[in-house]
């Protein structure tokens, strides 16, 4: 524990001490030089017949009011205390799409990993955005609860992987209603990034995904992630990351997975979104940050930590002590006057 949280003024302290020591020597001697110049010492004494000198006792008190001064300016503390940080946040829900058909290479290295990176990105730049983190496939599942925390959101990140779900297939509905039921606490509008490559299994969800999220204020950014053209799902590796095989119906065609744009586009049209093609990490990113102007904000505790307590009212209380008492102590012993008394001889 350190006693003080700023100890360097009590460094400050010396130097000033012997600045007003020298200063008062300085001018005790001006003084004295100056009475001599204009009086003669049995003027001088009888025109300050009635002032008392400075005492010792008036002079320490002094000096202890400025030392008890830089005392309180040094921040004395011990002991501590919980402190919450709050702060005036906007809130947004990350949903990502971890079905099978997100390790597809059409985007590199594939589509998930793509969009881990641009996660990363997104997390460390949002500094005033509360954010937590859904992962989907049929169903959709809290990865993260909603945190300002970036350490707590870039780990959740890079844990999501594809099939991470028991359940297979794919529903755009889930995120949102999970999303709704996050953010329900939170007023005003607030937004859910939707990160997939929109194939939907469940597209009679939709409607009722729409009525949900403008229902509860919620504008949907949803980020596509694929080509038109599609690319192949692989299915089985080996232990060097090589595709062995890829996914095949239940006809045993081999599965094409292509970006599907429609219901993304109308989801986000819907809500007041906006669509955002997957291109790069950076470009993504800087639109997701465009699209999240506006939201309402909350204030709300952010985190709480153990602190020294401030203990500076002592020290300032006896420097006021001690000023006081410089002002009420009373100053030395009158002087009397040295007149030398001259004899007078009487005449016989």
Request: hydrophobic share 45%; glycine share 6%; aromatic share 8%.
């Amino acid at each position: 524990m350190e006693l003080f949280a700023h100890p360097f003024f009590l460094l400050y302290f010396v130097p000033v001490l012997i600045g007003v020591l020298v200063l008062f020597w300085a001018g005790k001697k001006l003084k004295n030089r100056a009475v001599r110049a204009l009086f003669s010492p049995q003027t001088y004494a009888q025109l300050t017949v009635g002032l008392r000198p400075e005492s010792v006792g008036r002079t320490v008190l002094m000096c202890l009011a400025v030392f008890f001064l830089f005392a309180a300016l040094a921040g004395p503390q011990w002991g501590t205390e919980i402190i919450e940080a709050q702060g005036e946040f906007s809130q947004a829900v990350i949903a990502v799409d971890v079905s099978a058909s997100m390790q597809a290479q059409d985007v590199k290295p594939d589509r998930l990993d793509s969009a881990k990176t641009m996660l990363r990105m997104l997390v460390s730049n949002l500094k005033d955005q509360r954010l937590g983190i859904i992962a989907f496939t049929s169903q959709a599942f809290i990865q993260c609860p909603i945190t300002t925390d970036e350490d707590a959101l870039r780990y959740f990140i890079t844990a999501l992987k594809p099939n991470m779900l028991p359940v297979p297939g794919t529903s755009l509905a889930a995120p949102v209603k999970l999303a709704a039921r996050m953010l329900a606490k939170y007023p005003g509008h607030k937004a859910l990034i939707l990160l997939t490559d929109g194939e939907d299994h469940t597209p009679e969800e939709l409607a009722a995904a729409k009525n949900i999220a403008l229902k509860n204020g919620l504008r949907l950014i949803a980020v596509g992630i694929g080509t038109k053209e599609g690319s192949l799902i692989p299915n089985k590796r080996d232990p060097n990351g090589t595709v062995l095989e890829y996914k095949k119906d239940k006809q045993g065609n081999t599965v094409v997975s292509k970006l599907d744009e429609k219901s993304l586009l109308e989801l986000a049209q819907a809500t007041g979104g906006t669509y955002i093609s997957y291109t790069t990490p950076a470009q993504v990113e800087a639109k997701i940050v465009q699209s999240l102007h506006g939201l309402d904000r909350s204030i709300s505790g952010t985190a709480r930590h153990a602190a020294y307590k401030t203990r500076y009212q002592i020290p300032l209380v006896l420097a006021l002590l001690c000023l006081t008492g410089y002002l009420l102590y009373p100053r030395g012993k009158r002087k009397e006057p040295a007149i030398k008394q001259k004899t007078v001889k009487k005449v016989k």
